[in-house]
Nanobody, 112 residues
Framework: QVKLVDSGGGWGQPGGSLRFPCARP????????MAWYRQAPGTQRELVAV???????AYAESPKGRLTISRDDAKNTIYLQMNNLKPEDTAVYYC??????WGRGTQVTVSS
């Protein structure tokens, strides 16, 4: 199981942007599928972005156009960039390797 460390969420204003990382310390799997999920209070965890090993990306319909998932293999880290933040983006965001590893989650709160 790969250790994943997601962090760097925090507070953002509507219309603003946030970018936060998911580090994979000690992982030697530089090419692997990775994804971000989010879970808002009282809801099920939902998939929001996927980055395939070949660089292909896919996004959930709702935040589509406002999210960018990317990776920096030199840093063994993936990122989620969120633009034009909306209050409904408020959730805990989790990264996963889509196999068995999950980060502990990072809280994102969007409010004015």
């Amino acid at each position: 199981q790969v250790k994943l460390v997601d962090s760097g969420g925090g507070w953002g204003q509507p219309g603003g942007s946030l970018r936060f990382p998911c580090a994979r310390p000690g992982s030697t799997r530089s090419t692997s599928h990775m994804a971000w999920y989010r879970q808002a209070p009282g809801t099920q965890r939902e998939l929001v972005a996927v980055l395939s090993s070949d660089g292909t990306t896919a996004y959930a319909e709702s935040p589509k156009g406002r999210l960018t998932i990317s990776r920096d293999d030199a840093k063994n880290t993936i990122y989620l960039q969120m633009n034009n933040l909306k209050p409904e983006d408020t959730a805990v965001y989790y990264c996963t390797d889509l196999i068995s590893s999950w980060g502990r989650g990072t809280q994102v709160t969007v409010s004015s």
